[in-house]
């Protein structure tokens, strides 16, 4: 029988590195032989790539705090029956750029959703997929905001206050501390080379448990 693959996702703030990250990421594991899937969220399948543009959307300012998390919960919902599941049995690995843990830490902690409704949402939502391992990019606010300046338009979310920020860093910095063996929280304000030094050394159990 294959032996189910590992799931990595990335969190972190607005400039945290996540794309930095993945890129350099990527290429360790596919070094070292892993038959791995990309994925984003929202987004990563046709239909959540649509809700995706509805989300970031900075038209769209009307979006009530219950509809942006239910759209998040819409496009998790397809890429996990869609993609990331079907992958996982089949023995692939995949490395994730956000997922659930951004509900809690964006339509949680920022919107000041309740934790039990998005616990229920992923419930019904994520079929009872969760990381192996979620490497959380740690950096102050400002530090993130200062890299992702000069991008172009802010999206919907970008355009939120420093409070709203500094809520989304605090829990998920709470749900790090909650879930230490899944968690590994790196300093991202460490130059790009140790910031994946740091990841590497993370997913060092994830072959070790396979072996
Ligand atoms: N969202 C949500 O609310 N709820 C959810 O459930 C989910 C998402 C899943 C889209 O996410 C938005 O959706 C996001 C959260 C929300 N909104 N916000 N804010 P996204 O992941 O697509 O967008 P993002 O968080 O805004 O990503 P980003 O700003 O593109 O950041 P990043 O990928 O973490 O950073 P980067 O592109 O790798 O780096 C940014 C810049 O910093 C770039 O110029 C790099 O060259 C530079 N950089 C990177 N690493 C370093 C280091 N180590 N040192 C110095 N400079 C660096």
Known sequence: MTER???ITLEGGEGAGKSTLLAGL??????????LLLAR???????????????LDPSQRAMCAESELLLMFASRAQ????TLAPALAAGRWVLCDRYVDASYAYQGGGRGQPVE???????WACAGLKSDLTLLLDLPVADGRARAAGRGEADRIEVEADGFFERVRAA???????EPQRFRVIDAGQPPE?????AVAATAHLFGAKA
């Open 5 to 7: 693959g590992r799931f």
């Open 26 to 35: 990527r290429a360790h594991l596919e070094s070292r032989g892993v038959d």
């Open 41 to 55: 969220e929202p987004g990563g399948t046709a239909l959540g790539e649509l809700v995706r543009s509805i989300l």
């Open 79 to 82: 890429l996990v029956r869609e």
């Open 117 to 123: 409704r998005i616990a229920a949402l992923e419930q």
């Open 172 to 178: 998920y910095r709470a749900r790090a501390a909650a």
């Open 194 to 198: 140790a910031v994946l030094r740091d």
